[in-house]
């Protein structure tokens, strides 16, 4: 795996086949054990939280609260929060997971997987603060791609 991938995202029940661990080792093993031969890995376990792991250590992150309507598209919310933490410049990995618990769960308090145009904006205004800057720039030349 770690010829193919920088980042993985996997739920549980994935990460432990990955690892062909049983259904009685835990997600925080396998994150650890994953986290030895992949850059970064990410492991939610739906309600229960999730976890990141780096060079061998995991940590947990606490689920963001919410009142479920529709768990679809949970975890490439998710997904989609650590991305943005990662491209945001965020090294902090509780952050990075706190971000990503609350992109989740907005997704998960609504139906349908796509976020209101304004659930959007709020998420982004609510992390301004984790940000080294609010502008997105290309590794191609210094073109600005977008503000907030």
Not at 75 to 84: F, K
Not at 134 to 144: A, E, K, L, M
Request: net charge negative; proline share 5%; aromatic share 8%.
């Amino acid at each position: 795996m770690a010829n193919y991938a920088d980042i993985v995202f996997a739920n549980s029940e994935e990460a432990r086949a990955f690892c062909h661990f049983s259904s009685k080792e835990s997600p925080l093993s396998a994150t650890r054990y994953l986290s030895h031969f992949v850059p970064l890995v990410s492991v939610t376990d739906g309600p229960k939280g999730s976890y990141i792991g780096v060079k061998g250590e995991a940590i947990y992150i606490p689920p963001s609260p919410c009142v479920p309507v529709d768990t679809c598209g949970a975890g490439d919310a998710y997904a989609s929060g650590i991305l943005y933490g990662i491209l945001r410049g965020v090294s902090d990995l509780r952050t990075m997971g706190s971000v990503a618990a609350k992109v989740a769960s907005v997704v998960v308090g609504q139906q349908g997987t796509r976020l209101r145009v304004q659930d959007a904006i709020g998420l982004a205004e609510s992390f301004s603060s984790h940000c080294r800057d609010s502008t997105f720039w290309s590794d191609i030349g210094s073109d600005q791609i977008s503000s907030l």
